[in-house]
């Protein structure tokens, strides 16, 4: 019963179809681990894309609150998985917010733009999170970004 429950859990939401925070954590490791056995660092060739919406109402503790929440979030990422819709990884962090691992290119601002642009919600930010010197201090701004 373990091993089946163990090998059922996935890397990502059950309720948004998005990347577990845990999940979008071991990404950005692995970024750093490959950047560190090449030699350049993940500062230069990775960034965050931060997109932050509220929902119209807080998450209470109803299902139905729950669930809209949930979809709202969903949305988020759909919408951003259509601006970045190759390999980078896209994460529930916290309540309206989605973060995506992209990588930092001469693309990242018009795909940002475009981001910006297709979001319904006025009240919605989009911006770009450099990622910090070191792996510890990724995970830090990580849990800020999830109290936040």
Known sequence: VM???VNAVSCDDPLTGLASLAHLRSRISDVYRAERQAGTPAVDSHA????SAPAVTAPAPGRDEVLTHALHVARLGDTARTVFSGSETIGHVGAGRVVVLADRDDRIGRRVGLLRRMLDDARARV????LPGSDEAAGRLLDELTRA
């Not at 965050?48 to 997109?51: E, G």
């Not at 911006?127 to 450099?130: A, H, K, L, S, V």
């Open 127 to 130: 911006w770009i999170e450099g």
């Open 48 to 51: 965050l894309v931060v997109v």
């Open 3 to 5: 091993l089946g429950y």
